[in-house]
């Protein structure tokens, strides 16, 4: 971990235990962070602007870490090479859910209010109830995906007052032979698929 120095130079502040196989073992939200260890450990970190850093919690997930998904949220969801997606509370790091998912999942997984989507490397994207961990749909995808994917939203119709609260529509993800393609968030149904004609690396929403 790496601060910044009076004279805008790069200091080292702390050496953390990560591995280097996980691309995506490492995901971070303002002053925290969320590490895998070669030993099949998740630790989450809070990184003062000064100072030690600090350790809130470590939790042994029972087996290397592929990727780790945390943007903030209640849930860190933490895939294994072992084919496992399991979520830990961000509280305390207590196990909240784990399901097969039948495969590895190098790309993090993504959540909404609702629901977790995340990609496999056997061409399967799952859509799993963020609450229970119950797998509510999973989708064929036409070839191998390694980025995490990227929701469409929309705006709940309906909502006099306040801030409409914003639904996921379709999950958009690209795959290694060179298709762009959505699914309904509801079902899981191709919506539609277009050719890019080159490999993407990722896939963002603006």
């Known amino acids: 971990v790496f601060g910044r120095g009076s004279d805008g130079r790069l200091v080292k502040r702390a050496r953390l235990p990560a591995d280097s196989a996980a691309a995506n073992g490492l995901a971070v939200h303002d002053s925290e962070l969320a590490l ?40 860190v969801l933490v895939a294994t090479w072992e ?3 399991t979520a830990l509370a961000v509280e305390d790091g ?11 999942a190098e790309a993090p997984a993504v ?9 496999t490397k056997t061409r399967t994207l799952f859509r799993v109830d963020a609450r229970t961990g119950a797998v509510r749909w999973r989708a064929e995808l036409p070839g191998l995906v390694l980025h995490r994917p990227a929701l469409v939203k929309e705006t709940a119709s309906g909502v006099v007052e306040g801030a409409a ?12 032979d060179g298709q762009l393609v959505a699914y309904e968030a509801l079902n899981g149904r191709l919506s539609w698929s277009t050719s890019l004609g080159e490999r993407p690396t990722s896939c963002l929403l603006y």
């Not at 600090?54 to 849930?75: F, M, N, Y």
């Not at 959540?111 to 990609?119: H, M």
């Open 36 to 75: 895998a260890d070669r030993l099949g450990t998740v630790s989450l970190w809070t990184v003062p602007a000064t100072g030690e850093l600090e350790l809130r919690w470590r939790r042994d997930v029972g087996g290397r870490v592929t990727s780790i998904g945390w943007a903030g949220g209640p849930l």
């Open 111 to 119: 959540v909404d209010d609702r629901s977790v989507y995340i990609a």
């Open 165 to 176: 609260p914003e639904q996921t529509r379709q999950v958009v993800v690209g795959s290694w």
């Open 94 to 104: 207590a196990p909240k859910w784990s399901v097969d998912i039948g495969g590895r």
């Open 83 to 85: 084919g496992r997606l």
